[in-house]
């Protein structure tokens, strides 16, 4: 069963959508203040809407999907709940610290500050390192949706790699974050609209709301606990301490949500609002995904449970907006990614690369050159995802493994308690993180909770102690900057 010409009007009718709001988002940019950042103008409910939808894509219903499938709800556990957790914890601290580097000094790009914090070459590792990290992960997601666009249209993979990043490239290099943040939030009121329908459909399917609660008894042995192996309880604490350093701004699109806002306030309840979205609308989005092993049972492909239940539930029309809501959660994520990674090229590697490029780090052309080219990039990569480990293998162990090393730096050296950790604390942290990657990618570990998180824990020690250790007098200039932030 494939879409209907119906629900192909209703996906053309979606993007052309998308199109007009990457027209008008063309207008809005003046500079590249406005391109990367919206001006600093973003009111707290659009900040919280895109904060929360960018942690989406294509692969929740992919590799997850798959997940959900054969080890149930431990999947909330320790991705959705310890997003929410964290975010809300957090939301009086890095927020409001990412607002103030953009009104005090002028950032547009969450590494801008590493060359005063740090020194030129701590910015540059962590620039080029952040940019690889973010090749594999936009790749991912290209992989993912063209994984669905298999179910839904019968095309091959490469071909659905070709038109989900050939659209995106288009798209992504037009409107700059203005047209990423309103399409956040289009996608999010298709997404609601879209996961309710759902959601009610499979409850009645299931035999009424009574199932809700009554369905995880009849699920395979393990699929209604809190932990089912290898996700357990330390994979979940993993996870917690990695999406603590990524949703806070370690991975840099979601910092660039926080510094766009347009004071402290607006950043903090903008957090709040993200980290109650994870709380909440997962457990209705991730039902049917749950419920799929009894109604479709014995599936071979379990990553394409969700494009077999939309297509065997849903009438015509709903399907195509299903699968509209699928390519634009992919779409919102890519862009944020690629949006916020152009920024770093232009104003922090560009410049160095060649002193020409100085005067152009406030250019609109070359803002939207280096998005065309990193996008086409992650195209080649998403290509190549099966020698990556497939998609699951490219969004949670490579993502999972290397953010740590990239993002303890950009974080801990936000806060006063880790003034002392300098430059030679943060790349030699970047670069214990990164070696202990690769022997995890080399040595049978047993243990995904450790393979994962093993090279976040070895930074994370080695910058802390570093910096304890240290008898060196702090910088001036760093002892200001850290002073002006917390005043």
Do not use: C
């Not at 052309?16 to 103008?41: C, H, M, P, R």
Request: hydrophobic share 55%; aromatic share 14%; net charge neutral.
């Amino acid at each position: 069963m494939k879409l209907s010409s119906f629900d192909l009007l209703v996906v053309v009718l979606f993007f052309l959508t998308l199109v007009v709001i990457g027209i008008w988002s063309y207008f809005k940019n003046q500079d590249s203040e406005d391109y990367f950042v919206a001006g600093g103008n973003l009111p707290w409910w659009l900040s919280g809407i895109s904060h929360h939808v960018s942690g989406y894509s294509g692969a929740v219903f992919v590799a997850y999907a798959g997940l959900a499938y054969t080890h149930g709800f431990s999947l909330y556990v320790w991705w959705a709940f310890t997003i929410g957790l964290t975010i809300i914890a957090s939301a009086g601290v890095f927020p409001v610290l990412w607002v103030r580097l953009r009104q005090k000094f002028r950032i547009q790009s969450p590494l801008e500050y590493l060359k005063t914090r740090y020194n030129l070459l701590t910015q540059q590792l962590m620039a080029w390192s952040g940019v690889l990290l973010k090749l594999f992960d936009v790749g991912a997601k290209w992989a993912a949706i063209a994984i669905l666009l298999e179910v839904f249209t019968g095309l091959s993979i490469p071909i659905g790699i070709l038109i989900a990043g050939g659209v995106s490239l288009i798209y992504i290099t037009f409107g700059g974050l203005w047209a990423v943040i309103i399409t956040d939030f289009a996608q999010f009121i298709v997404q609601i609209v879209a996961g309710t329908v759902m959601f009610v459909v499979v409850v009645m399917r299931l035999g009424g709301w009574g199932s809700v609660f009554g369905m995880w008894d009849q699920l395979p042995e393990g699929n209604g606990d809190l932990f089912n192996d290898p996700y357990t309880v330390g994979f979940a604490l993993a996870f917690l301490f990695i999406n603590f350093l990524s949703y806070n701004g370690g991975t840099w699109n979601l910092a660039t949500r926080y510094i766009s806002s347009a004071n402290e306030g607006e950043a903090k309840k903008a957090a709040r609002l993200s980290g109650v979205l994870y709380l909440v609308w997962p457990l209705v989005l991730l039902f049917p995904l749950w419920a799929a092993p009894l109604l479709l049972p014995n599936l071979e492909d379990p990553t394409q449970s969700y494009g077999l239940l939309t297509l065997e539930l849903l009438p015509v029309g709903l399907v195509g907006l299903v699968v509209a809501s699928l390519f634009a959660n992919t779409l919102s994520m890519t862009s944020s990614d690629v949006n916020t990674i152009a920024a770093v090229i232009t104003r922090d590697i560009l410049p160095v690369v060649s002193p020409k490029m100085q005067s152009a780090r406030a250019s609109l052309r070359v803002a939207r050159l280096t998005t065309f080219g990193f996008t086409l990039l992650t195209i080649v990569v998403a290509l190549q995802y099966e020698k990556f480990g497939g998609v699951f293998g490219l969004i949670v162990t490579w993502f999972g493994a290397l953010i740590g090393p990239i993002a303890v730096p950009v974080l801990f050296g936000l806060l006063p308690a880790f003034r002392r950790s300098g430059s030679t604390a943060a790349i030699t942290s970047i670069a214990a993180g990164l070696v202990t990657f690769i022997i995890t990618k080399n040595v049978v570990l047993n243990s995904l909770a450790l393979e994962v998180s093993l090279p976040l824990l070895v930074s994370t020690l080695v910058y802390v102690s570093f910096g304890m250790v240290s008898k060196q007098t702090t910088i001036q200039k760093v002892d200001e900057m850290i002073n002006t932030l917390h005043q």
